[in-house]
């Protein structure tokens, strides 16, 4: 269900490796599917530096407003132009089209910290559980 060559967080975002120190990274399909229906979607500007765990937008729904959390250190390089028209895309194409944001991290490659597609499918088990 969530693809091998992304790692993921606990807070539900995924992160997908471009080189170069560059990371895409966008929610799960865990998450939309949680939230509902995505009407909206807030997203930061191009060159807004944020430290891991900080909030860098949000995302409406039919049933909430959730923030979204930045995974890693860095600075945005690029905000995905299509979700302002079609928010819908982070339900339908989560991994895809529904990407949220680019960075280049600050503090080279921390992805090692963050949970392997097993890894976060146990941690949904277990946090579904409860």
Known sequence: MNPEDLKYTKDHEWVRSLGNGRVAVGITAFAQKQLGDVVFVELPSVNDR???GEPFGSVESVKAVTEVYMPL????TAVNPGLGDSPEDVNTDPYGDGWMIEITLAKGDETADLLTAPEYEDYVKAESAD
Do not use: L, N, Y
């Open 50 to 52: 944020f430290e891991a």
């Open 73 to 76: 250190t860095g600075t945005i």
